[in-house]
């Protein structure tokens, strides 16, 4: 059986409110410990009534800014694969 634990971003990246966050999940299969790299998106906005909200859905503009961060974040992670970590 596999057991989660729900870890801390380790790495973001951001353009605008266009946003890209790495973390570095533990899990714990047949006794042993595994590092489990994701990524979660998001943007930001503000809605009619002045609040801050979130989403993924995208305008035309923010899917430029969208690549780079998931690009930068896929990046970061091959990086620190090739180095160890």
Do not use: C, H
């Amino acid at each position: 059986m596999l057991k989660k634990q729900k870890e801390k971003p380790i790495k973001g990246f951001r353009i605008g409110t266009v946003q890209a966050s790495v973390f570095m999940n533990t899990a714990e299969k047949d006794g042993k410990k595994l590092k489990i790299p994701s990524v979660s998106f998001q943007k930001r906005f503000v809605d009619e009534k002045g609040e801050w909200q979130t989403t993924n859905k995208l305008n035309l503009n923010d899917i430029p800014k969208a690549i780079l961060v998931l690009n930068e974040a896929y990046r970061y992670l091959l990086l620190k694969e090739r180095q160890g970590e």
